[in-house]
């Protein structure tokens, strides 16, 4: 073989690999890295497209489909708009009642631009699934228990080679959250969005309201269960494994209600609702991710949210002297085992109350009769010194030291009843166990007012008898209109309280006077 052959093809060979190695091969690798680059800018593409498609909030071209489902307490409607709960027909004690008939996209609803599609049902639980991205969908999964405590998980599978972003999104409540008959005319001022926090230094949690129009007043951190509440029910999401971003409230307008009777014509009936925003997170390739809570949806029963976790009663609200409420509820409860009538557990509560005071209330009738006693001797001193009002003062305090009387005494008993009153009346008119409780013949709910203003009548007449024998003779025209007018005034402002309040004051006043009546009798005959 020629030398200058084999130098030739040695040359070129040398040519070719040089050729290959710095130019070629360079040029392939700048083409392969602008083919991922450009795939990768393909598929973040397509993930901030599909990411801004899934963001709006527009509707689907599909019709809106309801899906009923059978709960322990409950016949629920799901709408297949988010997966929430269109129509929440609980089962109560005096017939079923609709706690959601305002048009909304429905209680826990999630990401209500996608369509939900029933994919699994058993007795006590309902799947719907839904497709998020190109390859990612959701699952949304509804347990019910008998004991009211719920659960709700929402997954994400990312069946993608490549990682994506999942939304933003928000769990629903409201707008508003009905009641019972009797409550519907309070309801817009008892509606309220809440959140239950666990403050420093304080052994149990704190039940916070959120004023109107509230855009972030809390975050995950700071809270343990957030919802809507009225006087008797409750619904709320308690997040199990995942922390929500912030809260957002805002008012509705859902309906017109009569104002001052129509006088001054309708007024919008605003209903609160709250988003819980979970914020936007990434999701890896072929992973996926379940976010766990419990929920409630129900009454306010305080003996059943004392056997349940997540501190349930603090959404019951019982006022200043709660510690006095919560203890008359407890004594209540335990005479209305043995009773079975709540309404004859209430009048054996009114007696123990009255034998706990019969001590001050005595010394208050007392205090009363030895100042209708001296009311002759009191008024020659006022008309006297009508001119001086230092020594008309003096001479009162002779007189009532020398009939050994204490002015203070008359008012100590109202001022030790005033709280136990207040107490007493936030427990009765919070209280869901009276609820549809019967008592005699027409009062089938002690809950709800007198149908017939029979009770409250009754107690302006005891009222009326009452004053009239401690109305001390020659008192002051004025002082003397006010005695006059007071049991009518009663009368009026209990119209509308809830029996079993009146029927507690019924009772009070009818023992009162009885006390009174011995009373006077005896001192009567002690001249």
Partial sequence: MNRNFLLAALFFLLLVTGYNQFVTIPRMQKQKQAAEQELAQAKQELTQADFAAVSKTQPSSLPEELITFDAPTANITFSSKGAGIKTFLFRDALGDLDLTPYTGEGYFATLPQLDFAESARTKDSISFTASLLPGVDVIKTYRFNENGINHLSLTFNNKNGHEVQLPAFAFNFGPGLSTTKSELKDNER????????????????????????????????????????????????????????????????????????????????????????????????KASLTLNSDFYFGPKDYQAFEKLPYHLSRSIEFGFFGALGRLARNVLELFYSWTGNYGVAIIMLTVLLQLILFKFTLMSLKSGAQMKKVQPEMKRLQEKYKGNPEALNR???????????????????????????????????????????????WITDLSSKDPYYILPILMGAVMFFQQRATMPAGMDPAQAAMFKYMPLIF????????SGLVLYWLTNSLITFGIQTLANKKIANAK
């Fill in 491 to 498: 009368t009026l402002l209990f119209m509308n309280f809830p």
């Fill in 395 to 441: 001479e009162m305090l002779a007189l009532y030291q020398k009939h050994k009387i204490n002015p203070l005494s008359g008012c100590l008993p109202l001022l030790i009843q005033l709280p136990i009153f207040l107490a007493l009346f936030n427990a009765l008119r919070t209280s869901w166990s009276l609820h549809g409780a019967g008592f005699v013949l």
């Fill in 190 to 285: 008892e509606s309220k969005a809440v959140y239950l926090i666990q403050e420093q230094g304080k052994k149990n949690p704190t039940l916070v309201k959120f004023a109107s129009d509230d855009e972030s007043p809390a975050s995950g951190k700071d809270w343990l269960w957030a919802g809507v509440q009225n006087r008797y029910f409750l619904s709320v999401l308690i997040p199990q494994n995942w922390t929500a971003g912030t809260l957002k409230t805002d008012k509705q307008i859902i309906g017109k209600q009569k104002r001052m009777w129509g006088l001054f014509g309708e007024g919008d009936v605003k209903g609160p609702q709250l988003l819980i925003n979970v914020p936007a997170q990434e999701l890896a390739a």
